[in-house]
């Protein structure tokens, strides 16, 4: 499967973003999906994840209350609603695609990646 990320950009502490990524290639209801990310000097980190079908998701907590990750079968995009934004966010964000079942935390767990999207937080 095929991953393209967009939806990054420039944003006030505070502000919103919502990041999408649209899949292609396979059927994707298959996979289930994960929102990481990555700063300058720092290993990638999960920031959240849902199941196949959307009915599950999982937060890393410094994200809780503040992302929400959601899924459209029916387009083949996965969205990252990212709300509160503070300049830590600040990151390169990717998503992911697991062939596992569940919600999945660790980026060894994932099999397909996009080529990720900037964040960048201002003060």
């Known amino acids: 499967v095929q991953l393209q990320a967009y939806g990054g950009g420039l944003v006030q502490a505070g502000g919103c973003l919502r990041l999408?990524?649209?899949?292609?290639?396979?059927?994707?209801?298959?996979?289930?999906m994960g929102w990481f990310r990555r700063t300058p000097g720092k290993e990638r980190e999960f920031v959240a994840a849902?199941?196949?079908?959307?009915?599950?998701?999982y937060y890393v907590d410094f994200v809780k209350g503040r992302f929400t990750i959601s899924r459209d079968n029916a387009k083949n995009t996965v969205y990252l609603q990212m709300n509160s934004l503070k300049p830590e966010d600040t990151a390169v964000y990717y998503c992911?695609?697991?062939?596992?079942?569940?919600?999945?935390?660790?980026?060894?767990?994932?099999?397909?990646w996009g080529q990720g999207t900037q964040v960048t937080v201002s003060s």
């Open positions: 999408s990524c649209a899949a292609s290639g396979r059927t994707f209801s298959e996979y289930a």
């Open positions: 849902t199941s196949r079908s959307g009915s599950s998701t």
């Open positions: 992911a695609a697991s062939r596992m079942y569940g919600v999945r935390g660790h980026d060894y767990e994932y099999d397909y």
